[in-house]
């Protein structure tokens, strides 16, 4: 730990206070204005006032966020990325302003690293490698990565000299704590506010990201990840990853052999290697598709610095894929195959109803969701898309599908579900092969890839689909059976005038239930513009003044309705 400053004080922990103070404003900053115009405008009926510039503030939002992520780095960044793939719960001009965030930061001097690698392995680094790079080879918000060489001794013993050594940044562990402190006080706000309590459970995604960036601090999981996966491929001779070093590995140290070769997207290196970029679009495509459809257990994060394409004159084609960072992996766990399962029966039979229950049963619906509306959305789902092969859908007007996607955003958004995170990597996942895969062959075509996968799937389910089907189908005829007894008891119950329906008590209580309500909402606002105006006052005063005074009329509504519903 550095020495004090001044006055005294642990120069890590008042950095760490000033950044928990800069999070928790940003956020609450951030939510009184969405408050405002998505919350109180429309409920005071200037709903067309709100919505006027809404893409224009979401996207400055966003842009301010992507600025903070960039001047904190630490867990900010990797907030902004797991924000950037939440299509289910934030907007787009949300998401597409932070899909650009890397995570990439000044590295910090050698002298820093040097400190911290010493302290990590016990001994000095000219003790534990017979050569390290001052000059890092890439440096991010965790940790940064450097070129070494192994002594001779343990270079015999592993098979191999050259290695790659990331270090944890120091102090990291301090950084990541105060970061998830601030994102759960977040978290929990969000948690009170009922229309974003209906919609997602904040505290869970809180805890879900949180799970995966421990995951990414400790060297140690990413080191037998790294392992898994290579054993997991060990029978794919065109795939590869680095074999891990672990007489030199620690929970902040983490050496591996140097596989560094052409960077995936490099077309023009991979052309003068005499390799084809499509044939290289293919190959990777299979292999990330056999990791998430057969094999269960793939990379999540598969971007062209996590990927390369290594010259190999003994295997077919002429080159080989190898896999690097091990930090963000996913897994396809059984109960997650089941749901598919369920999804795969429902959309075979066109049922919208179905599908939403096994959506419920795969973790993607919150408990209390009504799906009415999903229901409709995959009513058209199925309409315009349900009876198209892949062939046919290759032909479809990507206009259509666009149109498609914006009115499905906006009913999944609207929706209270959100995607499992084993859902989202698998989309993650999926959508950056497609990416980098487009990129190597313009002519890259997803379906193609994704065909045989879905084939066999469905074949390896046929006998389990039939056997629903024929148990949806004995269901549907016990019900035909009753159904003529049943309607004939009700339609001579109609006849002779038996059939009543009173709804007085009903509307009574609707009645009262409706001014109730609009009391209890007209003290929210009340409290809630007055509180905004409070926090708002100091940066803008003018504004913070206009909201205390505007809180004054619900007030009002709430005393006035009071009186003259006891007179």
Same mark, same amino acid.
């Given at each position: 730990?550095?020495?004090?400053?001044?006055?005294?004080?642990?120069?890590? @922990?008042?950095?760490?206070?000033?950044?928990?103070?800069?999070?928790?404003?940003?956020?609450?900053? =951030?939510?009184?204005?969405?408050?405002?115009?998505?919350?109180?405008?429309?409920?005071?009926?200037?709903?067309?006032?709100?919505?006027?510039?809404?893409?224009?503030?979401?996207?400055?939002?966003?842009?301010?966020?992507?600025?903070?992520?960039?001047?904190?780095?630490?867990?900010?960044?990797?907030?902004?990325?797991?924000?950037?793939?939440?299509?289910?719960?934030?907007?787009?001009?949300?998401?597409?302003?932070?899909?650009?965030?890397?995570?990439?930061?000044?590295?910090?001097?050698?002298?820093?690293?040097?400190?911290? =690698?010493?302290?990590?392995?016990?001994?000095?680094?000219?003790?534990?490698?017979?050569?390290? &790079?001052?000059?890092?080879?890439?440096?991010?918000?965790?940790?940064? =990565?450097?070129?070494?060489?192994?002594?001779?001794?343990?270079?015999?013993? @592993?098979?191999?000299?050259?290695?790659?050594?990331?270090?944890?940044?120091?102090?990291?562990?301090?950084?990541?704590?105060?970061?998830?402190?601030?994102?759960?006080?977040?978290?929990?706000?969000?948690?009170?506010?009922?229309?974003?309590?209906? !919609?997602?459970?904040?505290?869970?995604?809180?805890?879900?990201?949180?799970?995966?960036?421990?995951?990414?601090?400790?060297?140690?999981?990413?080191?037998?990840?790294?392992?898994?996966?290579?054993?997991?491929?060990?029978?794919?001779?065109?795939?590869?990853?680095?074999?891990?070093?672990?007489?030199?590995?620690?929970?902040?140290?983490?050496?591996?052999?140097?596989?560094?070769?052409?960077?995936?997207?490099?077309? &023009?290196?991979?052309?003068?290697?005499?390799?084809?970029?499509?044939?290289?679009?293919?190959?990777?495509?299979?292999?990330?598709?056999?990791?998430?459809?057969?094999?269960?257990?793939?990379?999540?994060?598969?971007?062209?610095?996590?990927?390369?394409?290594?010259?190999?004159?003994?295997?077919?084609?002429?080159?080989?894929?190898?896999?690097?960072?091990?930090?963000?992996?996913?897994?396809?766990?059984?109960?997650?195959?089941?749901?598919?399962?369920?999804?795969?029966?429902?959309?075979?039979?066109?049922?919208?109803?179905?599908?939403?229950?096994?959506?419920?049963?795969?973790?993607?619906?919150?408990?209390?969701?009504?799906?009415?509306?999903?229901?409709?959305?995959?009513?058209?789902?199925?309409?315009?898309?349900?009876?198209?092969?892949?062939?046919?859908?290759?032909?479809?007007?990507?206009?259509?599908?666009?149109?498609?996607?914006?009115?499905?955003?906006?009913?999944?958004?609207?929706?209270?579900?959100?995607?499992?995170?084993?859902?989202?990597? +698998?989309?993650?996942?999926?959508?950056?092969?497609?990416?980098?895969?487009?990129?190597? &062959?313009?002519? $890259?075509?997803?379906?193609?890839? @994704?065909?045989?996968?879905?084939?066999?799937?469905?074949?390896?389910?046929?006998?389990?689909?039939?056997?629903?089907?024929?148990?949806?189908?004995?269901?549907?005829?016990?019900?035909?059976?009753?159904?003529?007894?049943?309607?004939?008891?009700?339609?001579? !119950?109609?006849?002779?005038?038996?059939?009543?329906? &009173? $709804?007085?008590?009903?509307?009574?209580?609707?009645?009262?239930?409706?001014?109730?309500?609009?009391?209890?909402?007209?003290?929210? +606002?009340?409290?809630?513009?007055?509180?905004?105006?409070?926090?708002?006052?100091?940066?803008?005063?003018?504004?913070?003044?206009?909201?205390?005074?505007?809180?004054?009329?619900?007030?009002?509504?709430?005393?006035?309705?009071?009186?003259?519903?006891?007179?």
């Amino acid at each position: 730990m550095p020495p004090a400053g001044d006055g005294g004080a642990d120069p890590v @922990v008042t950095d760490t206070r000033a950044r928990y103070n800069r999070i928790i404003r940003f956020a609450a900053r =951030a939510l009184v204005q969405v408050w405002w115009f998505e919350l109180v405008l429309p409920r005071l009926g200037l709903t067309r006032l709100a919505m006027r510039r809404q893409p224009q503030r979401m996207t400055r939002l966003a842009r301010r966020f992507h600025a903070l992520a960039l001047e904190l780095g630490g867990l900010m960044i990797k907030v902004g990325q797991f924000l950037s793939s939440r299509l289910d719960v934030l907007p787009p001009e949300i998401t597409k302003e932070l899909e650009g965030l890397q995570d990439e930061v000044p590295p910090l001097p050698f002298a820093a690293i040097r400190a911290a =690698a010493e302290a990590e392995l016990g001994m000095p680094l000219e003790r534990a490698y017979a050569r390290f &790079d001052p000059a890092p080879v890439a440096a991010a918000s965790l940790g940064q =990565a450097h070129r070494a060489r192994l002594q001779d001794a343990l270079a015999a013993d @592993v098979g191999f000299a050259e290695v790659v050594v990331k270090v944890q940044r120091p102090g990291i562990d301090d950084i990541v704590a105060v970061d998830l402190a601030a994102l759960r006080r977040v978290g929990g706000w969000l948690r009170r506010i009922r229309i974003v309590r209906e !919609r997602v459970d904040a505290p869970a995604l809180v805890e879900e990201f949180a799970a995966t960036s421990l995951a990414e601090t400790d060297y140690l999981h990413e080191a037998a990840w790294a392992e898994r996966f290579a054993a997991d491929v060990a029978d794919e001779p065109r795939v590869d990853a680095p074999v891990v070093a672990w007489e030199r590995v620690t929970r902040r140290v983490l050496t591996l052999a140097d596989v560094t070769a052409i960077k995936i997207s490099d077309a &023009d290196a991979l052309r003068a290697a005499g390799i084809d970029p499509a044939q290289v679009a293919k190959l990777f495509a299979r292999v990330m598709f056999d990791q998430l459809f057969r094999r269960g257990f793939f990379h999540a994060d598969p971007h062209p610095g996590n990927v390369f394409v290594t010259p190999d004159a003994d295997v077919e084609g002429g080159f080989r894929l190898t896999f690097i960072d091990f930090g963000m992996m996913g897994e396809v766990p059984d109960t997650l195959r089941d749901g598919l399962r369920g999804l795969l029966i429902a959309v075979a039979a066109r049922d919208s109803k179905r599908l939403v229950e096994g959506i419920g049963k795969v973790g993607v619906l919150l408990p209390d969701a009504d799906t009415v509306e999903l229901e409709r959305a995959m009513t058209t789902l199925f309409a315009r898309f349900g009876g198209m092969g892949f062939a046919e859908l290759r032909d479809v007007d990507p206009r259509e599908f666009r149109e498609f996607a914006e009115q499905f955003g906006d009913v999944t958004r609207d929706m209270p579900f959100q995607l499992p995170e084993n859902f989202l990597l +698998i989309i993650r996942s999926m959508s950056i092969t497609s990416g980098v895969c487009s990129t190597l &062959d313009p002519a $890259f075509n997803v379906w193609d890839a @994704v065909e045989p996968y879905a084939s066999e799937l469905l074949r390896a389910e046929s006998g389990n689909l039939m056997r629903d089907m024929l148990g949806e189908v004995a269901s549907v005829a016990a019900i035909t059976a009753r159904l003529p007894r049943r309607a004939d008891a009700l339609i001579t !119950r109609l006849e002779e005038g038996r059939l009543t329906v &009173d $709804f007085s008590r009903l509307e009574r209580r609707f009645a009262r239930t409706e001014k109730l309500a609009a009391r209890a909402m007209s003290g929210v +606002i009340f409290s809630g513009t007055l509180i905004a105006g409070v926090l708002l006052r100091p940066s803008d005063e003018v504004l913070g003044s206009v909201l205390m005074l505007l809180s004054l009329l619900p007030l009002g509504h709430v005393v006035l309705s009071g009186w003259f519903g006891r007179r």
